[in-house]
């Protein structure tokens, strides 16, 4: 699907055909189908009103958005102790082959409180991730992330992290890659950038709901590349939610986006095939 939309120079519909598919757009679309209806055949209508109307209570809670994570996406792992411990005596071993690669997340164009561009909390909180990472271990840190299909303007996001990293993580990005628009682009223009600087293994970080599909990516990149690149995936944003179970059944922002995140990764990853 994916490739058949770049073929034909769609690619930038990419995010409307996602806002079609994905909640609460079919959920409204049942309302106001049957609100039609219901001045016509009163039972069909309640059949399209009623289930759509579960849908959009069920399908803006925490509780339902962490059982489509279970259910549709295979399972990762957050890095460990020992895992962090591994990676740094490989860093040690291995000089200038270890590279921590850090996918964007969308972006600002100007936030007025600063004056200029800046991440968005998303793409911030996996730059912090990766910076942190880079400081346990000693790895170099890239950022992968363009001008995204979903929105406009001319500043990249890679130039943005590299700001931001650097005046206050306090930590300079070593590689930027400033091309990308989507997470296809992210693991094919990274690793054609890294390749020739010798780089033999690249840790990816991202949101855990996003990691499946970078790493079938990354590793695609990889075997087009014909290098021999490892790949190590680190997820951030797994923690489990903390509100209380009544309210986790409750319709909130952040159930609503946790069950379009999923369902958003899920339809990425069938269009994969």
Same mark, same amino acid.
């Given at each position: ?68 994570? @279970? ?50 909390? @998303? ?40 700001r931001v990293a650097a005046r206050e993580f306090g930590h300079a ?70 509100? @209380? ?29």
């Open positions: 699907m994916i490739d058949i939309l770049q073929s034909l120079g769609l690619g930038e519909w990419k995010p409307v055909l996602a806002a079609i598919l994905l909640p609460p757009v079919p959920w409204l679309l049942m309302v106001l189908l049957g609100a039609w209806w219901l001045s016509r055949r009163r039972p069909v209508g309640w059949l399209l009103v009623v289930p759509a109307c579960v849908g959009l209570w069920f399908g803006s809670t925490i509780a339902v958005g962490e059982a489509l994570t @279970r259910g549709l996406l295979p399972q990762v792992r957050a890095l460990g102790p020992a895992d962090v411990a591994a990676l740094r005596q490989a860093v040690v071993a291995h000089p200038g082959t270890v590279a921590i690669v850090v996918l964007g997340g969308g972006r600002e164009s100007l936030a007025p409180e600063y004056g200029v561009s800046n991440l968005s909390a @998303r793409s911030l909180e996996r730059l912090r991730y990766g910076v942190w990472l880079g400081r346990e271990t000693g790895a170099p840190v890239a950022f992968s992330g363009g001008v995204g299909h979903a929105v406009g303007g001319a500043m990249p996001e890679a130039e943005i992290a590299a990005l070593k590689w930027t890659e400033p091309a990308s628009r989507d997470t296809r682009e992210n693991a094919s223009f990274t690793i054609g950038l890294l390749k020739p600087v010798g780089i033999k293994r690249v840790v990816v970080v991202t949101h855990g709901w996003h990691m499946p599909r970078a790493m079938t990516e990354f590793d695609a990149a990889v075997q087009r590349s014909e290098s021999k690149i490892e790949l190590s995936a680190a997820p951030m944003g797994l923690a489990a939610s903390s509100e @209380r179970p009544l309210l986790r059944w409750m319709p909130s922002n952040e159930g609503q986006t946790r069950v379009r995140d999923v369902l958003r990764e899920w339809v990425a990853r069938l269009a994969l095939g």
